[in-house]
């Protein structure tokens, strides 16, 4: 995390035009930036990702991947007002972690505190049934990271507080077999 938010403090404005990945994803937001494989591999990010995916898919599956292959990898600065519209992902796999927070997101309009979404990630799947709400929402915390099929539908909502929600993302190939097993 303080690698990822180290080198993302310290690109110069060139640097985050030339890196701007933006016009390629869903989000709302002042900047979304592609990061190089490269720096990707050297912190130690590819491994954790890789293995990350395959705890996830052997506790799931019981099965084995032999294919993590990341397509892209880059991080979203969300600012006060901005929002990432419901989506999905490319590739087989995805995820996002978080790396910095607000001290908070800002006031709910109404008064019942408990269902103030500001800043919150839903992920959205099917349709409300019995026993089913078919959305699960998460509230962001530094260092948490979500793993989930690149299918699964997801948003951000905005928040109405001073400072930046940053995360990161990525999209990943696993082997074909038992993706679509």
Not at 65 to 70: A, E, G, M, P, S
Request: aromatic letters at 14%; hydrophobic letters at 40%; charged letters at 20%.
């Amino acid at each position: 995390i303080d690698l990822l938010n180290s080198h993302i403090d310290a690109e110069e404005q060139g640097a985050r035009n030339t890196l701007n990945f933006g016009s390629y994803l869903a989000a709302n937001v002042s900047q979304e930036l592609r990061l190089k494989d490269e720096f990707v591999r050297d912190i130690g990010f590819l491994e954790f990702l890789a293995k990350s995916a395959q705890v996830w898919i052997n506790k799931e599956s019981g099965r084995q991947i032999t294919k993590f292959d990341l397509m892209s990898c880059w991080v979203v600065r969300q600012f006060k007002n901005e929002f990432n519209p419901i989506h999905h992902h490319g590739g087989h796999i995805c995820g996002v972690g978080y790396l910095k927070l607000p001290e908070e997101f800002g006031d709910y309009v109404q008064d019942d505190k408990h269902h103030n979404l500001n800043g919150h990630i839903q992920f959205i799947h099917g349709s409300h049934q019995f026993l089913s709400s078919a959305i699960l929402s998460a509230r962001p915390e530094v260092g948490n990271f979500y793993f989930f099929p690149n299918y699964l539908l997801h948003t951000v909502y905005p928040f109405f507080a001073k400072g930046e929600r940053r995360s990161v993302s990525f999209n990943a190939l696993i082997d074909n077999e038992i993706f679509n097993a």
